[in-house]
């Protein structure tokens, strides 16, 4: 070895760490979800987090967690959900949650809403679309298959009205919007993944972030933004929640492993805002609670909306870390807390025992 080399290695880190020549190690994918939820809550004047109502509705969601065993195969427990771990299953969650957004009724009767029959019963919210997919692929109507989406032929608009027809007179909500969002998210995998949604998730290597930031980059449906005190602050709400739904459905493996999971955060919808205001984590300002209680509409991506969703968020990410500052060794992440907190709400839905609304938002995001 020359006298040259030890010094040459010295400038070449020196180099290294100025950022001046050489390769740099890559950034780690970041989704900027929870650093926008932190920008609305240190700017939120409309809705404000209950340090203490957090902190206490932490110990109960743990302790009911553990009480109901709640955990990531609580995800395939529900009747509707796939069961099988096939690339089926993933154009399956893919559709899901391509069209998971804004199912609430202006009904006053729950009677009229927009219903999904399916093996005699009748589902509404969420579960009417997985009830629809169901019932649509027993039809034998590939729904799930991009190949689908684009064929002009077969997958006409009328088609796409029968696969989401209701029982009740009242249609799905925003029917045209989700049939754009189906073309859309067809042609786009036409041209960039061969058409195939596990090429894309492939093209992730196994991050969540980085498979958040290719849906959003690429697919401008699932490029959920808004602009708040000047700062442009990043839901993501269904591109983060496909993410989540293939960890639940795969438990980890296959296309459901991924090495940065806990990157993804709360689900930014209109259902986790109303659950963490019910357990005292959330306070609104009177003029929004009167706005919430009367069932008046909010803007999408106005002021209001924006600190529901952002707190929301923010608010879950202080439940998860108390959890932890508890039970240091609890397996625990945003995304069960948010599992379980949906639930729970429907629950106390199908109970009556809601005591406040859910905000009104109509929208492709949530």
């Not at 799905?172 to 894309?200: H, M, T, W, Y």
């Not at 608010?315 to 060794?329: D, M, Y």
């Amino acid at each position: 070895m020359s006298d040259s080399e030890p010094a040459e290695e010295l400038l070449s880190l020196l180099r290294q760490s100025l950022g001046i020549g050489g390769e740099s190690s890559p950034k780690p994918p970041d989704t900027k979800v929870l650093n926008g939820a932190k920008h609305v809550y240190d700017h939120s004047i409309d809705v404000a987090i209950d340090m203490h109502g957090t902190k206490a509705a932490a110990a109960q969601i743990w302790t009911l967690m553990q009480e109901k065993q709640y955990s990531l195969k609580t995800w395939s427990d529900h009747s509707l959900h796939p069961k099988k771990k096939n690339e089926a299953a993933v154009n399956f969650i893919f559709l899901m949650d391509l069209l998971n957004f804004c199912f609430w009724s202006d009904s006053p009767d729950p009677q009229q809403r927009f219903a999904i029959e399916y093996q005699g019963q009748q589902w509404t919210g969420y579960w009417s679309l997985v009830a629809a997919i169901h019932r649509a692929l027993e039809e034998e109507i590939p729904i799930t298959m991009p190949s689908f989406w684009i064929n002009d032929t077969e997958c006409t608009d009328d088609v796409l009205k029968h696969v989401f027809r209701s029982t009740t007179l009242e249609p799905i909500p925003l029917l045209e919007e989700r049939i754009a969002c189906i073309r859309e998210a067809g042609r786009i995998l036409l041209e960039k993944f061969d058409g195939s949604v596990v090429q894309l998730i492939q093209q992730a290597n196994q991050s969540a972030a980085a498979l958040v930031d290719l849906l959003v980059t690429k697919f401008p449906c699932f490029n959920d933004i808004a602009t708040f005190e000047h700062s442009t602050i990043h839901f993501y709400k269904r591109a983060q929640i496909f993410v989540a739904d293939l960890w639940a459905s795969f438990e980890g493996k296959s296309y459901g492993s991924f090495h940065d999971i806990d990157t993804i955060t709360m689900f930014a919808d209109y259902r986790i805002p109303q659950v963490l205001h019910a357990l005292g984590c959330l306070r609104y300002s009177p003029s929004l609670e009167s706005c919430v209680r009367n069932s008046k509409e909010l803007e999408s991506g106005g002021s209001w909306e924006v600190q529901l969703r952002g707190c929301s968020i923010w608010c879950v990410e202080l439940i998860r870390k108390e959890i932890l500052r508890q039970h240091p060794k609890a397996e625990i992440n945003a995304i069960l807390i948010d599992f379980f907190l949906y639930d729970t709400m429907k629950e106390r839905e199908i109970e009556g025992v809601e005591t406040i609304p859910h905000h009104r938002t109509r929208s492709i995001w949530y």
